[in-house]
């Protein structure tokens, strides 16, 4: 059976797109770490559309879990036509103050497991030439972000990794194609334990999407042709923007917004 495999499905965006997903009838591997609403997840799914949802848990901070992935798809004898990468955490605050074993998981869910994921899958889709990587990034992956350093930079190998990938694939009928969301309410920010103060003072005057725009921009992404589908008409032009200045520049600019809330000096 094609499955779409969508990791990070449990909450936000991924929970947003797997219900439009399931929508337009994809069967579909959820993965995440939240079994319970993984099962929740599936069981609305199915009932809801008709589709085949089932699940995976896994911790992609983990060496090996796109192993247990990619084993668990083979078992089931699933065919992962479409892998959405769309897991991923941030952190925030001045890097030398950050705990590294927490910036280390980041990094190792943001990029090794992405990668991994994409190397099995994508080499399958290789040999039966079709198939379809959507890896989610950030507006992060445009320039370098003072006070979340190491995310953005994860976020900005997303995007390159991507859009490489993209021409290397070209002549094999697979699409490739990076998501940038903007700031979206999600439990993001929660997560990376960025408070309203810090997140006004990262953000500025940012609009904040909702999951629900970022999936539907998403899937009208999926339909189209283009390699980098960023999400938000602000979001659009700020992207456009930021080619237009040198990343130094950009950074200090940054940097001076948010330094006064998140250095402590
Ligand atoms: N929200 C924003 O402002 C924003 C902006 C730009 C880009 N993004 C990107 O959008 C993507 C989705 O994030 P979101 O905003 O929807 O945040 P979210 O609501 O926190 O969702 C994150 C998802 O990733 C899963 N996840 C986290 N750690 C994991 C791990 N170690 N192993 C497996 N799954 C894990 C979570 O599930 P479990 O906790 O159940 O494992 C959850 O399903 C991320 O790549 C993020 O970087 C978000």
Redesign the pocket.
């Known amino acids: 059976m094609k499955v779409t495999l969508l ?9 947003a797109w797997a219900d439009r997903l399931a929508a337009e009838k994809h069967n579909l591997v959820l ?4 079994e319970n ?1 993984l099962k929740q997840l599936c069981a609305t799914f199915s009932q809801k559309y008709g589709v085949s949802a089932q699940y995976i848990v ?4 983990q060496p090996n ?1 796109d192993l247990h992935i990619f084993e668990e798809t083979e078992k089931r004898k699933l065919t992962v036509d479409c892998l959405i990468n ?5 952190t925030a605050g001045d890097f030398v103050q950050l705990d590294l074993a927490s910036e280390q ?1 980041m990094l190792y ?2 990029i090794t497991a992405l990668v991994s994921l994409t190397h099995r899958y994508l080499s399958q889709m290789r040999e039966r030439n079709s198939g379809t990587v959507v890896n ?5 992956a445009f320039i370098p972000a003072p006070f979340m350093a190491a995310y953005a930079a994860s ?1 900005a190998f997303v995007k390159s990794f991507t859009e490489a990938l993209a021409e290397e694939n070209r002549p094999f009928n697979i699409r490739i194609m990076l998501l ?10 929660e ?1 990376a334990k960025i408070n309203e103060t810090e997140k006004k003072a990262l953000l500025g005057q940012t609009t904040i999407q909702t ?1 629900d725009m970022v999936a539907d921009e998403a899937m009208r992404g999926m339909k189209g042709s283009k390699t980098v589908v960023v999400s938000g008409f602000g979001n659009r032009t700020m992207a456009k923007l930021t080619a237009l200045v040198p990343n130094s520049l950009a950074a200090r600019f940054i940097a001076k917004g948010a330094r006064a809330t998140l250095q402590k000096v």
């Open positions: 990791t990070g499905a449990s909450s936000g965006i991924g929970e993965v995440a770490r939240s609403k896994a911790d992609l901070s879990a769309n897991a991923g955490i941030g998981a869910l943001n989610v990034a950030s507006m992060a976020k940038c969301p903007g700031a979206t309410e999600t439990r993001f920010f997560t999951p």
